[in-house]
């Protein structure tokens, strides 16, 4: 089975940096990914990572240890339109299975 | 084509009603999914197709029926539901090499409301 860990809820101010975590135990592990979801919208791919280390992508990076089972997403230069549910999913065998999401409020 | 389509984006039936939701992409992936989402809950895996075949049922009540016609389309037929029903049906596609990492194409959903 798939067990993944995040904060429920962070808050950050406009310009800011923010690290979200995400531990997971997986039985049979091929990724780690994060999604951004805005309310009512289907979740987008941000980042993926299938072995250690950091992954950059612009204002985004995604840090992957697989020994500890810990994946971090770090958002730069924080706007207001990143405000919204943060996604870290596990790949399986064959299926992706989320965690519960960080809901992510940026304030100006 | 980078999309997956997801029709309709909203839909209000009834608990005796028949319906029908459809997914359709044309990049070519091979693996398509459907999720469920309630409010402020991740996505929850309901079905897999592999090459247009049945692979993965979580367990989903039998008045949800998925349907794979071909490669680019996935329906999912909806019968009696009830009003905890009522959810975000997502539709996502994949390649079943996920080593490139792309991960899953999501729709942009259909919100359900069962009265």
């Known amino acids: 089975g798939q067990n993944i860990d995040q904060p429920t809820e962070m808050t950050a101010t406009e310009g800011a940096i923010v690290q979200i975590n995400c531990t997971y135990q997986?039985?049979?592990?091929?990724?780690l990914f994060w999604y951004q979801q805005h309310a009512g919208e289907a979740p987008t791919f941000l980042s993926y990572?299938?072995?250690?280390g950091l992954e950059e992508k612009g204002r985004f990076s995604s840090f992957l240890s697989r020994s500890k089972g810990y994946s971090y997403l770090l958002l730069k230069e924080l706007q207001m339109k990143d405000s919204a549910s943060y996604l870290c999913?596990?790949?399986?065998?064959?299926?992706?299975?989320f965690g519960k999401g960080t809901m992510l409020l940026v304030s100006p | 084509d980078t999309e997956v389509t997801q029709t309709p984006k909203h839909l209000v039936m009834g608990m005796t009603n028949k319906k029908s939701l459809k997914c359709e992409q044309h990049?070519?992936?091979?693996?398509m999914y459907w999720y469920k989402q309630k409010a402020k809950k991740p996505p929850e895996l309901m079905f897999v197709?592999?090459?247009?075949?049945?692979?993965i049922n979580e367990s989903v009540p039998s008045r949800f029926s998925p349907e794979c016609p071909n490669s680019s389309l996935l329906n999912l037929h909806l019968h009696a539901l009830q009003p905890e029903d009522s959810a975000l049906y997502l539709c996502?596609?994949?390649?079943?090499?996920?080593?490139?990492?792309?991960?899953?194409?999501f729709g942009s959903g259909t919100r359900l409301t069962v009265v």
């Open positions: 197709y592999s090459y247009e075949k049945l692979s």
């Open positions: 996502a596609s994949s390649q079943l090499n996920q080593g490139q990492g792309i991960g899953y194409t």
């Open positions: 999913a596990s790949l399986g065998y064959s299926t992706l299975t």
């Open positions: 990049m070519g992936h091979r693996a």
């Open positions: 997986t039985s049979g592990f091929n990724g």
């Open positions: 990572n299938v072995l250690d």
